[in-house]
């Protein structure tokens, strides 16, 4: 029994020996995707300073998504202290890389101004930049700087375009604001039937604005039959919705009206 105890130990301290031991890991080597790849899982283990080292890492090495996260961590304060310069210059430089949030993301600090000064011109040039790249919320914000002149001439046509086309992916803005321009009739082809339609699509996800614009629509006989009762529905619809306080208190005063009308 001793000798087959002893037998036993001489084995297991053999295989020991024999097996090879993982040489330490180079951190210094690690590519820019490695570099990437450890920050985020440091972050998954709560290694935030450590997560905070290895992406800055990644992005210095030219990382698109590295710099992209980098940016949104400064920009909110995930991690870091927040710094809006710092966050625009991440944010930048993968938007020059050509990532189409970091476009997006940088076109809206132009336009605010956080992190960067004002610049209509480069806010209009990377919101052109993620609208090429079929990006939804920057081909709706396109189409209202052409139609606003916002950073660009004014081109209602060209704004119309890009409206139509974030209004046919579903955004409910869009088809809010194409019905507008449908319905006015500025620059483009006046089209009232085809304004209550787009409201209509709006307004079926209760979309406040487009609501009220239905119930407008009903009330004045724009593009549809004057029908006081589907106003009247249409306006408290919008009331109802959180979002906006002036269009709720803007439908809350036509319903007053309405009521207080003769039969």
Not at 55 to 82: F, M, N, P, Q, R
Not at 125 to 132: C, D, E, G, N, Y
């Amino acid at each position: 029994m001793r000798l087959t105890i002893i037998l036993t130990c001489v084995l297991l301290l053999t295989a020991c020996a024999s097996t090879p031991q993982k040489a330490p890991e180079d951190v210094s080597k690690f590519t820019p995707g490695q570099n990437y790849t450890r920050a985020m899982v440091l972050r998954d283990k709560n290694d935030f300073a450590g997560a905070v080292e290895f992406l800055h890492k990644a992005a210095e090495g030219g990382h698109v998504d590295a710099s992209l996260e980098l940016g949104i961590w400064y920009l909110k304060g995930t991690y870091v202290t927040a710094d809006s310069a710092e966050a625009a210059r991440w944010l930048l430089r993968a938007a020059d890389a050509g990532s189409v949030d970091g476009q997006l993301m940088i076109a809206q600090m132009y336009m605010s101004g956080k992190g960067v000064l004002p610049d209509k011109a480069e806010a209009f040039k990377w919101l052109s930049k993620a609208a090429a790249q079929d990006d939804l919320i920057a081909q709706y914000m396109l189409g209202l700087c052409y139609f606003e002149g916002y950073g660009t001439e004014q081109n209602p046509q060209t704004a119309a375009t890009w409206l139509r086309t974030a209004a046919e992916r579903g955004l409910e803005d869009a088809q809010y604001h194409l019905g507008v321009m449908l319905t006015i009739g500025d620059g483009i082809d006046k089209d009232e039937p085809g304004a209550v339609e787009w409201f209509g699509k709006a307004a079926a996800k209760r979309h406040a604005p487009s609501c009220f614009a239905l119930g407008e629509a009903h009330e004045k006989g724009r593009g549809t039959p004057v029908d006081i009762p589907q106003a009247i529905k249409w306006y408290r619809l919008a009331a109802a919705q959180d979002e906006r306080a002036d269009v709720r208190d803007a439908a809350l005063a036509r319903i007053a009206a309405l009521d207080r009308k003769p039969d």
